[in-house]
């Protein structure tokens, strides 16, 4: 094995809905920013967040326009930390669950998304320095 | 050394009526059909997965009809048969008034203050 770290994340919850979303993607980056490789293995609900039809909006509860209120979004902070990795010298991976796609109809992802099943899940984990699972509850 | 990986199944019937099964287990038997040396622990609502005879059937909404319910003691039993090791954690089925009688063959018994020892024998522990 190289002195490159690489890392194997399995997601599963989908975005918007709580915390560890945001969680996992904080750790995803620390490590991109190590330069470590970091591969993602989505499941389940976590197939939408590299979904690019995610749409900003504006809230007029908070008296803000699209541009002021700068909503975020999962699939933007995902091609963020891709860039990261790269700049660090490192790489993010990420396979989408196929089927978990298609019963979601989540099929429109940013352009360096795989499509896989958990066999990719399994050869990722043989091959990887250590695989943390951030399941839902 | 090839990787061997403990699967702890907590959350339990998380969406199995829309999967048509846990998708753990699935994805437990999946792996294993490619090779990966995975075992499972059901601890928590999940110790009800071995539960024999259970059924789901029966979900309609207007005139659609489901088919397929989840069998999830079938499922659990498929990956027995298939050498899975399935432990279940004796304190949470007795909890919930369990008995060894109400679980299907082939599951293997382990109390909480085995978990320890059991997790030992594994390079990896992936709680669900």
Not at chain 1, 61 to 68: C, K, L, P
Not at chain 1, 87 to 95: Q, S
């Amino acid at each position: 094995m190289s002195d490159k770290k690489t890392i194997t994340f399995a997601l599963m919850d989908p975005p918007y809905e709580n915390a560890r979303s945001t969680t996992a993607l904080r750790l995803i980056n620390i490590a991109a920013q190590r330069g470590y490789n970091v591969n993602v293995f989505a499941y389940e609900g976590a197939v939408g967040l590299p979904f690019t039809k995610q749409s900003p909006h504006p809230n007029a509860v908070h008296g803000h326009d699209a541009d002021e209120e700068d909503h975020p979004l999962p699939h933007v902070w995902i091609e963020a930390i891709a860039a990261s990795a790269e700049a660090a010298g490192g790489k993010l991976d990420w396979i989408n669950c196929g089927l978990c796609v298609d019963e979601r109809g989540v099929h429109e992802a940013l352009d360096f998304v795989r499509r896989g099943s958990p066999a990719d899940l399994w050869q990722w984990a043989e091959s990887s320095d250590n695989t943390l699972v951030i399941p839902t509850k | 050394m090839a990787l061997k990986v403990l699967n702890i199944v907590e959350s339990a019937y998380r969406a199995t009526l829309e999967e048509q099964d846990d998708t753990i287990l699935w994805t437990t038997t999946a792996m294993r059909g490619a090779g990966a040396d995975v075992d499972v622990l059901l601890r928590g609502n999940a110790v009800n997965y071995g539960v024999r005879g259970q059924d789901a059937s029966g979900l309609q909404f207007g005139e659609r009809k489901q088919t397929h319910p989840p069998r999830l003691d079938n499922d659990v039993k498929r990956l027995i048969d298939k050498g899975a090791k399935v432990y279940v954690l004796t304190d949470d089925a007795a909890d919930r008034g369990l008995e060894p009688t109400d679980l299907v063959d082939g599951l293997e018994p382990i109390s909480r203050s085995n978990i320890g020892k059991l997790c030992a024998d594994y390079d990896q522990i992936w709680h669900w």
